[in-house]
Every structure is written in C-alpha cells, then in structure tokens.
C-alpha cells in the first residue's frame, strides 16, 4: 500500500486532469481505478469541491464520479467527513438508479450510522442494482435496523444481492441472536454454493451446533469448499479432526493448492488446541434454561 501511494503523490496531472482521465478508464474494458486512486489519496479541499460540482450536474455519468469521489476521499482519514456524508444521502434520492447504487456503495465506505435508515428505505427497491448498493451500505454496522434489513436481503431473488448479504450477516457484524441464525441456518439450503459457504462461515463464528453436522455433510459429498475450511476453523470443534486429516489424505493438491492446503492447517491446529465448550446456544435456548 505505501508503495501505491508513493506512486500516486509522484503524478504530476492535476484533479481536473485524473477526473477526465478516470471517465476514460470508467469506459474502457480495463478499469485500473488509478486516478481515482490518486484523487482520493489527495483529499483536500480542491478535489471535494469537484466532487460535490460533478454530484450537481445534469448528467448521470458526472454524478456518478463525483460519488465515486466523495466515497473515499482521504482514504482511511475519510476527508471532509460530514460534506461528504451529507451530498452522498441526497444522492440516495437521485432519479438515476446506477447514481443511487454508487451513492450507497459510497455510504458503505464512509460507514456512519446515519446512513443507516435511507439506506434501509432502498432496501426493497425495483432495482437490483440499487439493493445490492444497499448491502454494500450497510456493511459493518451492529444496528438492529440494519440487520433487519439484511436479513430480508439474505432472501433476494439476485444473487449478488443474496450473496453480499449473507456475507455481511455472517462476518461483518458481531450481532447474534435466534432471528440471525435462522437468516443464517436458511442460507445453508441456498443453491448456490458460494452463498451457502457464508451462511456455514456466519454459523460456525457464532458457535452454532448445526454448522457441525452441514460441515460434515459438505465434506462428505466431496465439495470441499475454502469457505468450509473457514468454517471448520472458526467452529473450532476437536470432533472435526478426523474428518479434517481424512480430508488431508484423500485430496490431491497441486502447487496451485498451497494456500488451500495452509487453510486446512490453520483448522486442525484450531480444532486440536481447543479445550473450551465449543457450542454456544441462542438466546432462544438460554431463555428457555
């Protein structure tokens, strides 16, 4: 990363320049995202004022920059913070769908709570492109409105939609209860695999006792995904080390497989050296103790 940004405090072009410059890449097959890179990496007063200029013009595409800009400038120290939030929410109620969805991808980077409820409103929005922005939106935030929403997202009929809020639900959020598992536990009969390994990952990270047995049953069907391997190490259960050494000796690994085969290591050392309870129950079942 310090490499990346000593090349882009080297590039000489100015913010008007790199603008016209991203409009270019935004529309060509091969989108570095470089000069955007370098105005966000700038962040001072000059490239918010463009940005805000590019959100209030009449053409959808310059909305879109100017979004694209506001959502990251000064990278991690998140430049003029409060304009930018401020311009990004308006732009939630932009006529032009591909806006909305940069807008709300942009809320998701700048991660301030009081995004939270116009981004919810979007949440059953005609568009998929619109809602996926949402659960981009909405990503990290420990907030029941939040969850809510996502858990609805959980069940869209987009995969990129379904896919991201799972993700979001299973990992980027330390929120646990009956409600979130369920959301989570329905996500294990979802046809696509990648969807199902989140919902595994989500359980096993809350120490649900049903991502033991879906663990197994993947395993054993010998669909062995990484996000399973994940799961198995998050779960952390001494009874998933035969099954984890019966996996090291049946599987052929390559030396493309390296990290694969570094994953399965990570879970067995996980499973071997945990001497704690491994099951947590839900506050359903506490309740009822």
Not at 155 to 164: A, G, L, S
Not at 244 to 253: D, P, V, Y
Not at 263 to 280: G, H, Q
């Amino acid at each position: 990363m310090q490499e990346t940004l000593r090349k882009y405090a080297a590039d000489l072009r100015s913010s008007e320049e790199l603008i016209e410059a991203h409009r270019q890449e935004m529309n060509s097959e091969q989108d570095t995202r470089e000069a955007i890179g370098i105005l966000h990496s700038r962040g001072g007063w000059k490239e918010f004022e463009l940005g805000k200029q590019l959100t209030e013009s009449g053409n959808p595409e310059d909305r879109i920059i100017g979004a694209d800009i506001l959502s990251q400038l000064g990278l991690d120290k998140r430049s003029f913070h409060e304009e930018s939030l401020a311009v990004l929410i308006n732009l939630l109620r932009d006529p032009d769908h591909q806006v909305i969805h940069y807008a709300a991808i942009g809320l998701g980077h700048r991660n301030d709570a009081r995004a939270i409820p116009p981004l919810v409103e979007l949440a059953e929005h005609e568009d998929a492109l619109v809602r996926f922005g949402v659960t981009f939106g909405l990503s990290c935030h420990d907030d029941e409105q939040a969850i809510a929403a996502l858990m609805q997202l959980c069940k869209d009929e987009d995969y990129d939609v379904r896919n991201w809020a799972m993700f979001d639900l299973a990992c980027q959020t330390d929120m646990d209860g009956p409600e979130i598992r369920e959301a989570l536990a329905a996500g294990l009969q979802d046809v696509e695999a990648e969807i199902r390994g989140e919902a595994l990952v989500g359980l096993a990270r809350r120490k649900d006792a049903r991502a033991f047995p879906a663990i197994v049953k993947e395993w054993a069907a010998h669909d062995v995904s990484i996000l399973s391997i994940e799961a198995a190490e998050e779960l952390a259960d001494p009874d998933l080390v035969p099954h984890l050494m019966n996996l090291q000796e049946s599987l052929e690994f390559t030396e493309d497989d390296l990290y694969f085969q570094d994953r399965i290591e990570d879970a067995l050392m996980a499973c071997e050296k945990n001497t704690e309870p491994v099951f947590n129950p839900g506050e359903d079942e506490l309740e009822e103790e």
